[in-house]
């Protein structure tokens, strides 16, 4: 009971650290009226107790909002010594006192507007004439995007030997051959997340990865288990090709689009 | 005679890149005026601080001058080349504005000193203030829907910057066209 209530102070002291450092930032006020000292005293007196990874986040996020103090408090000092300095009191106060027409006539002394040109010029009209020229009428453009339209159908392992997307050599004893590596892979734990055992170093190879993996389920080598409220997907390899007889098969469609295998590189760090 | 020679040739070499100059800094090509340091040297070469001064030389008898706005807050004293070939080049006005002048170039007053109130105060707070703390100081002059309409015209034209937190900062524009220490001079010195 202590120990729950001793957390939840912790929680509280960490998350009104942040909040006071943030305010601080944010408005720009005085980073010297904040004790950093102080500050770090109470994060390392709380700090043994943190084992919750949201409480050990919430001392990171306020350590890293203490040094953001302290980089303003240097840059508070740095800024003191241009200069550039003025109170920045005397100066609202001149501002607040000061008319539209005084305001405005301080600021024509000081200010050297940009002079640019954004003319044509004989080059560019030159430039454009010759893309005009050499542009296809937009009929002949919208004619070729339509050639380009093509139906869905489905792969055969023809196409993909062609594309060079699978390797021309007996299909069967490239089956084999990653069925035994998924046992392996697997070891005593008897199944693996789905996408750590497609997932390889290129896009192109997860391709073919879950091409074979597809075949391995399909054949009996392996079964899926596809835990969908967790949103996951284990593969199990079978002891020996188990084939599918008795029972209707059932298609599982699993995208393995290009994002879904740059967030899966990301999670594994590589 | 080979000395005269080489030495209209150079002139001639100089004349030229002087006009490249001119059309390198005056015409816009990208989304901001001007044109950077390595731009220069790629089309001019690597004497193209001289070109530049000679250029700045002539704009003199009309009023113009190059001005050098250098990355970092503080512009260096004797610059080096690779501070150059990062810094931006514009031309602006050389001389000061007048009131009068003013209405040629399409600013209202309220709408200048609005600017000069905009730009002062962030001068002040270190070169970074509060969208709202602005806004509440253009408030006591100006009507609430001409405050937002003139910030917005502001941040769209580059004398202000935005980030996320809603906090205001010196936008390129700024940098470039106004002297910011002698606003803050003028503005404590001006006799009320």
């Known amino acids: 009971m202590t120990s729950k209530r001793s957390h939840r102070i912790a929680r509280e002291e960490l998350r009104r650290i942040i909040e006071f450092c943030r305010v601080v930032e944010n408005r720009g006020l005085n980073p010297f009226t904040v004790n950093v000292n102080d500050l770090i005293a109470v994060i390392r007196s709380y700090f043994p107790s943190l084992k919750d990874p949201e409480d050990l986040s919430l001392d990171a996020e306020a350590l890293n909002r203490i040094a953001s103090i302290i980089k303003m408090q240097s840059e508070w000092v740095k800024r003191r010594a241009t200069s550039l300095y003025r109170d920045p009191f005397l100066i609202e106060e001149k501002l607040r006192r000061l008319s539209m027409q005084d305001l405005a006539k301080v600021f024509l002394k000081t200010w050297h507007p940009i002079v640019e040109l954004e003319q044509v010029t004989i080059g560019s009209l030159r430039m454009a004439m010759d893309y005009w020229e050499s ?97 996951k997907i284990f593969i199990k390899p079978n002891e020996k090709p188990i084939p599918k007889t008795s029972s209707q098969p059932v298609s599982f469609p699993i995208p393995v689009d290009y994002e879904r295998w740059r967030k899966w590189r990301e999670r594994r760090g590589e | 005679m080979a000395r005269a020679t080489r030495r209209i040739g150079r002139k001639r070499r100089y004349a030229t890149m002087l006009k490249k100059a001119a059309q390198l800094i005056f015409y816009r090509r990208h989304m901001e005026p001007g044109v950077k340091g390595w731009e220069l040297r790629r089309r001019l070469g690597s004497d193209y601080p001289k070109v530049v001064a000679l250029l700045d030389e002539y704009l003199k008898s009309i009023g113009l001058t190059v001005k050098t706005v250098f990355e970092g807050e503080s512009p260096p004293e004797n610059p080096a080349i690779d501070q150059l070939d990062k810094a931006r080049f514009y031309i602006t006005l050389r001389e000061e504005l007048s009131l009068e002048d003013m209405k040629f170039i399409g600013w209202r007053i309220d709408d200048l000193a609005g600017l000069a109130v905009s730009l002062a105060y962030i001068i002040s707070k270190g070169g970074k203030a509060p969208k709202k703390d602005v806004e509440s100081l253009l408030k006591t002059k100006l009507p609430e829907w001409r405050v937002e309409m003139n910030l917005s015209r502001y941040l769209r034209m580059g004398y202000l910057m935005e980030d996320e937190n809603e906090q205001l900062y010196l936008g390129w524009r700024a940098r470039a066209e106004v002297d910011q220490k002698k606003l803050i001079d003028l503005l404590l010195e001006y006799e009320i």
Do not use: C
């Not at chain 1, 055969?156 to 035994?180: C, H, N, P, Y």
């Not at chain 1, 896009?203 to 949103?231: D, H, K, M, N």
């Open chain 1, 135 to 231: 542009l296809a009428p937009l009929s002949e453009r919208w004619s070729e995007e339509e050639l380009l339209k093509v139906m869905t159908e489905r792969t055969t392992r023809e196409d993909l030997v062609r594309q060079g997307i699978l390797r021309d050599e007996a299909f069967l004893s490239e089956i084999e051959k990653m069925w035994k590596e998924l046992k392996e892979a697997v070891r005593s734990e008897g199944r693996m997340d789905y996408w750590d055992f497609i997932g390889a170093e290129s896009y192109e190879e997860t391709i073919r990865r879950a091409y074979l993996t597809s075949f391995l389920v399909t054949y009996g080598y392996a079964s899926l288990e596809i835990q969908p409220l967790e949103e």
